[in-house]
């Protein structure tokens, strides 16, 4: 990126779940709805997220996959299923959800992504992204 060439980078999954960790281990666990982990597994062209949330004291765990890509130079995550413990959800609903919280104004400050970030998408079980 430096030099001005194209490059790629790529993270494996225990990469990423490490970062991951890292971000809530600090997180404060107050208030009556508090996420308190997040677990990625990537496979072939997709990814799961297993997020853990505690509602009024009761743990929920919510597995979201999909295909992360960037589109308008904002992480996007086309969202393909959705299981609500072991319950499967209808992805449409919770993807129009989903995409409301990103388009907002805290969502949009979190998923912009730096001018040289061109591409980002799932090969092999491995996040990739191109630079420019």
Do not use: W
Not at 9 to 15: A, D, G, K, S, Y
Not at 76 to 85: A, I, K
């Amino acid at each position: 990126h430096r030099r001005g060439e194209p490059a790629e980078v790529r993270l494996t999954e225990v990469e990423v779940n490490s970062k991951f960790q890292q971000i809530f281990a600090g997180a404060p666990s107050s208030g009556l709805t508090t996420v308190n982990g997040l677990t990625i597994h990537m496979e072939q062209d997709r990814l799961s997220c297993v997020l853990k949330i505690k509602v009024l004291a009761a743990p929920l765990f919510i597995t979201l996959g999909g295909k992360p890509g960037i589109q308008q130079g904002r992480l996007d995550f086309e969202l393909t299923d959705v299981d609500l413990g072991r319950m499967p959800a209808p992805a449409s609903v919770i993807s129009a959800a989903l995409r409301d919280k990103l388009r907002s104004p805290g969502g949009e400050e979190m998923t912009t992504m730096p001018e040289y970030i061109t591409g980002m998408g799932i090969e092999s079980g491995e996040v990739v992204s191109q630079y420019k």
